[in-house]
């Protein structure tokens, strides 16, 4: 389908999200007609108003023209004269896609990349062009793998994908707008009928009558109603355009086979899935495992220590890109399957473009390290800059053992509470440890494990199976506190590793002797002995 009939077709949906609406204002107005002209005055009143707030939120919907545009403030601008490669790079490829190249260059802390433009008059005119580029994506691809992304954003460029996303989008946006607005009408109208009755049932408790169950089904029926009339039809919506975005995609990505070589194009569609649960993943187990304790990897490092993971896990990255995912296909997708767009690109013929460069995408900046920091700057809140940093072995030991002290919180709080708990003179957690193995030689210990949290399974559990849950709590909660009594005073530390779970290093001895003092700790015939002459000689 050509730009022109898309951009028709466009314009059609928008036009049918505003018939729509003076549809059902139509509606309401021949109800609030046939209420004055037959119905008694209370009903016709209750009519009126449940008209009117009817349609507060479809005439809103419909004069709410404008949509959000870029604002700019995604991302960091490079300027031609700092980044005189990458500039050159997006020029060159843009020449040949054939299209003007984007106005600005903007790095980002994505896993991405993507094209924008500001047109004009509902698309028909071109506008401010922009290409934001994720630093983490750079750092996951080779130059030739960028080049094949960065030919398949140009490709939308030259499609007119950019000028006439604006018009689908504005459609989008005005049938979620009058959707969120009913919903959230219908969801007070609901609050307010539970609110209503449940005061009716407190009244009947208080004169002694038994309540009456709750029930809202009925409240806020007719927000209810028009919302799905505007899902439905944003459902057509996305249906009607969707097919389109996905053929969009296609001939995005033979345009960058033809301009960056088949097998780069390929290449770069197979590492973006991996890419991208590669970096959820470094996100949630290592730039952000110091935040709530206040803790941030190096300058720089937060959004750029992703690139150590990815070295770590190469093999496990080669099998991902190996065995795409299986991705259902649905008609509300913009973008097909991976693995069939994948398909498309390795069935072209062969180009002889195998055996490219490799080098890294970062080597198209002047200076990554500078531009991670600069976008780290503009991308992370006020308070997280203000964060202590530091290096990564460093962050790693203090964030485990700060989680850990956290994690034993509620043992401790049970030890505080026992006879004496208080008169050990040993610093910092070592005297919860010793407090602990006093209650276990005064036979106080069963009562400690009582006051701590269990499993539904442990709470229901009678006798000798009471008491074996008991012990496996003993047991699991004395080697925590210990471990993290022995990496709080520095005798253990947390060991970094980009490739598997931290690891907890003991000292000398401290793990073949371990086991058996503290099952001689929690024997019927405790003895604690091991288990302090081990924490003394640690």
């Known amino acids: 389908m050509g730009a022109t009939l898309r951009a028709l077709r466009a314009l059609v949906l928008l036009a049918g999200f505003h018939m729509l609406g003076l549809v059902l204002l139509a509606l309401l107005g021949t109800l609030d007609w046939a209420a004055y002209r037959w119905a008694p005055a209370v009903w016709a009143l209750r009519m009126y108003v449940v008209s009117f707030v009817l349609a507060v939120p479809v005439v809103r919907g419909m004069v709410m023209l404008r949509t959000p545009r870029d604002e700019g403030t995604a991302g960091v601008p490079v300027t031609e004269e700092a980044e005189p490669r990458l500039w050159a790079a997006v020029r060159d490829l843009a020449e040949r896609v054939g299209t003007r190249a984007p106005d600005e260059i903007r790095l ?29 994506l750079m750092a996951g691809l080779s130059e030739a793998q960028l080049r094949a992304v960065l030919a398949h954003e140009l490709g939308h460029y030259a499609n007119s994908d950019t000028r006439l996303s604006g018009i689908t989008e504005r459609s989008r946006l005005h049938v979620a707008r009058t959707v969120d607005r009913l ?10 009928q539970r609110a209503r009755q449940e005061r009716r049932s407190a009244k009947r408790v208080a004169r002694g009558k038994s309540p009456k169950e709750v029930d809202t089904t009925g409240a806020g029926f007719t927000y209810r109603a028009t919302a799905r009339i505007y899902t439905a039809y944003g459902r ?50 290592y730039a952000t495992l110091g935040v709530e304790f206040g803790m941030l990897p190096p300058r720089g490092e937060v959004f750029g220590g992703v690139r150590h993971l990815l070295d770590a896990r ?7 890109r190996a065995e795409l995912p299986a991705e259902p296909a649905s008609p509300y997708d913009s973008h097909p399957p991976t693995a069939d767009r994948v398909a498309a690109v390795e069935a072209l013929p062969d180009d002889g473009r195998a055996a490219e460069e490799t080098l890294p995408a970062f080597g198209l900046l002047a200076s990554p390290e500078a531009a991670l920091c600069r976008v780290e700057d503009a991308t992370l809140a006020p308070e997280a800059l203000r964060m202590r940093r530091l290096d990564w072995p460093d962050l790693v030991h203090e964030a485990m053992t700060a989680r850990y002290v956290r994690d034993t919180e509620p043992l401790r709080a049970a030890i505080v509470e026992l006879p004496d708990a208080g008169t050990s003179r040993a610093p910092g957690l070592v005297a919860e440890v010793e407090a602990f193995l006093d209650a276990v030689d005064a036979g106080t210990v069963w009562d400690l494990v009582e006051r701590l949290p269990k ?62 003092a503290l099952e001689a700790a929690i024997a019927d015939r405790p003895d604690t002995g091991r288990l302090r002459k081990l924490l003394a000689a640690a």
């Open 455 to 516: 499993s539904d399974e442990a709470a229901a559990a009678t006798g000798r199976a009471a008491r074996e849950f008991a012990r496996s709590s003993l047991r699991r909660e004395l080697a925590r506190l210990l471990t993290t009594a022995l990496a709080q005073d520095g005798r253990a530390r947390w060991q970094l590793s980009w490739s598997a779970p931290a690891s907890l290093r003991l000292p000398d001895g401290f793990t073949e002797e371990l086991p058996a």
């Open 183 to 192: 919903e959230e009408k219908s969801g007070h109208k609901v609050a307010k």
């Open 108 to 136: 980002t802390a994505d896993m991405n990349a993507s094209v924008t433009e500001d047109a004009r008059l509902l698309g028909l005119l071109g506008g401010t062009r922009r290409l934001y580029l994720g630093l983490p």
């Open 314 to 320: 190469a093999e496990e990255l080669a099998e991902l």
């Open 236 to 285: 057509f919506s996305m249906r009607a355009t969707q097919s389109g975005s996905r053929r969009q995609e296609v001939a995005a990505d033979l345009a960058a086979a033809r301009i960056a070589g088949r097998d780069a194009t390929a290449s770069a569609l197979r590492a973006l899935p991996a890419l991208g649960s590669a970096h959820d993943f470094y996100l949630d187990s």
